[in-house]
C-alpha cells in the first residue's frame, strides 16, 4: 500500500529559502509542495482553499509574521499543523509559538533527515521540537 502524499504550504520572505525547502523537500516521496508564498498575508488567503496538511511558516517576515500567521489558522483551521521556521535557536521563539497553537519548530540550520523526520512526526499528531532547540533549553525541574 503506498503511503498518503502529505500537502505541505511553505511561507517564507526569503525566495532562496523557500526554493532550497521545495528542493529538499520534494526529495522525499511522501512530501508535495502544494504552494509557497513570500508573505503570511497571501498564505491567509489561499491556505482556506489550498488546505494544506502542513503549513511550514517562517517566524520573521512583514507585514504579518509567523506567530500572526499561526495564531489566525491554528484558530480558523485547527486541522492543519504548523511547524515554524527560525533562524533563531533560542527556546522562547518555540514555546511561544506553541503556545499559539503550533506542532513543530525547526530551526533553518536542521538537517534534511531533522525536517524530514519534524513533517512526519507532526503530521502524524506529535509535536516536534528540533534538536538544537532542545539544547538550547533549560533543564527541567
Known sequence: MKD???RIMLVDDHPL???SWKLLLENNPRFQI???????TDA??????????????DI?????????????VSTMLP???IIGLSVHNQPKYATRLLQMGAHG???????????????????????YICEEIKRNMPPAG
Open 34 to 40: 502544494v504552494a509557497d508564498f513570500s508573505n503570511g
Open 17 to 19: 529559502v523557500r526554493e
Open 44 to 57: 491567509l488567503e489561499q491556505i482556506p482553499l489550498i488546505k494544506p496538511d502542513i503549513l511550514l511558516v
Open 79 to 81: 486541522d492543519i499543523k
Open 60 to 72: 520573521n517576515m512583514s507585514p504579518l509574521d509567523g506567530f500572526a500567521v499561526t495564531k489566525t
Open 4 to 6: 498518503e502524499s502529505i
Open 105 to 127: 519548530f525547526l530551526t533553518k540550520t536542521s538537517s534534511l533527515e531533522e525536517i524530514n523526520q519534524g513533517i512526519l512526526s507532526v503530521y502524524n499528531g506529535r509535536i
